[in-house]
């Protein structure tokens, strides 16, 4: 997500047809992410099953590595920022909280991508 798009005000909002549409950031509280880092912290890990790699799930190993990126390195807002320079939206259809982004094209007649699962977005 390197290129943020150049959109106005009338560009960034859908227009309506039925259901509510409501604009969106991702604003997670600080405490939950100090929680996040304390429960990955805290984590009790299960031994490695020798000589199974990938054959039965993740090797612990690599979910140890990855948990101590998320603890120590990973910058959640940076990613927050860049993932909230896009207009953000959710809707309800058929049910189903929807949440979307709507940009337009800068080019003029190309066809709009939808790629929409309820429930989620990001």
Not at 32 to 38: I, K, P
Not at 50 to 72: D, F, M, Q
Not at 79 to 85: F, I, R, S, T, Y
Not at 89 to 102: A, N, P, R
Request: glycine share 10%; hydrophobic share 30%; net charge negative.
């Amino acid at each position: 997500m390197t290129n943020t798009p150049q959109t106005n005000a009338q560009q960034a909002v859908p227009q309506q047809h039925g259901g509510s549409i409501r604009s969106f950031r991702v604003d997670v509280p600080e405490e939950q992410l100090v929680d996040l880092r304390a429960r990955l912290e805290n984590t009790r890990w299960p031994e490695e099953l020798p000589g199974v790699g990938w054959s039965r799930g993740v090797p612990v190993g690599y979910l140890r590595e990855l948990a101590e990126y998320w603890r120590t390195s990973y910058d959640w807002r940076a990613h927050e920022a860049e993932l909230n320079a896009y207009p953000q939206f959710t809707t309800e259809v058929d049910g189903q909280k929807v949440h979307f982004l709507h940009v337009r094209s800068p080019e003029p007649g190309h066809v709009p991508w939808s790629g929409v699962t309820p429930g989620s977005g990001i």
